[in-house]
């Protein structure tokens, strides 16, 4: 399994960026999906989630009301529409894919098996 993350850039405070996240190498609907963050000098923290049905998201408090996970099994593609952009979204972003069912949003990132290269995003004021 190969995940391919794009999208990040540099975006003014207020701003919206999407991230895309496309997977290869395996059937693409036997994943769920989730986009982590890691600061620069921090751990690296879970951001969405979303099932592989795509009828369950989970989302850090950070980000609920802002961030919205999506996927299009068509595809292949995980989506992180991203708005109202803080300066303390600056991060690195990683996209991860787990066949576990995941049912909280207090995840860890063992339980994720295959990871992206990450993309950056920085949100300047």
């Known amino acids: 399994v190969q995940l391919q993350a794009s999208g990040g850039g540099l975006v003014q405070v207020g701003g919206s960026l999407r991230l895309s996240c496309a997977l290869s190498g395996s059937s693409f609907s036997n994943y769920a999906l989730a986009w982590f963050r890691q600061a620069p000098g921090k751990e690296r923290e879970f951001v969405a989630h979303i099932r592989w049905s795509a009828s369950t998201t989970y989302y850090a408090d950070s980000v609920k009301g802002r961030f919205t996970i999506s996927r299009d099994n068509a595809k292949n593609t995980v989506y992180l529409q991203m708005n109202s952009l803080k300066s303390e979204d600056t991060a690195v972003y990683y996209c991860?894919?787990?066949?576990?069912?995941?049912?909280?949003?207090?995840?860890?990132?063992?339980?994720?098996?295959?990871w992206g290269q990450g993309t950056e995003v920085t949100v300047s004021s």
């Open positions: 991860a894919a787990t066949r576990t069912v995941i049912a909280t949003a207090n995840v860890r990132t063992s339980w994720y098996n295959y």
